[in-house]
Nanobody, 121 residues
């Protein structure tokens, strides 16, 4: 079974930094796009950043210049470096990955369980 496990969330003061990690494991043949999304209380889940297998990136306007997404294909891991954090960045952060199954060869999107990021003012 393919699984995504996030880590690195926590409580930080405004202006601080955090680095999130998300490792994919299981019967994986390849991973195309990987991404980070977030959901604040009472709001819909929104895109934060995505990165393709060729390292092409895309960011939400609200995080451009502050957040940086990267990946390590050998480890099937995606990272999100978050700098200059603001209270409005407080949310549960989820990673996802478009995975091609090693044995069954189908592709689908998998999600992690989420990690809480809280930014205090």
């Amino acid at each position: 079974q393919v699984q995504l496990v996030e880590s690195g969330g926590g409580l930080v003061q405004a202006g601080g930094s955090l680095r999130l990690s998300c490792a994919a494991s299981g019967p994986i043949l390849s991973i195309k796009t990987m991404g980070w999304y977030r959901q604040a209380p009472g709001k819909q889940r929104e895109l934060v950043a995505t990165i393709t297998s060729s390292d092409s990136t895309n960011y939400a306007e609200s995080v451009k210049g502050r957040f940086s997404i990267s990946r390590d294909n050998a480890k099937n891991t995606v990272y999100l470096q978050m700098n200059s954090l603001k209270p409005e960045d407080t949310a549960v952060y989820y990673c996802n990955a478009d995975v091609q199954h090693l044995v069954l060869r189908f592709s689908r999107t998998y999600w992690g369980q989420g990690t809480q990021v809280t930014v205090s003012s």
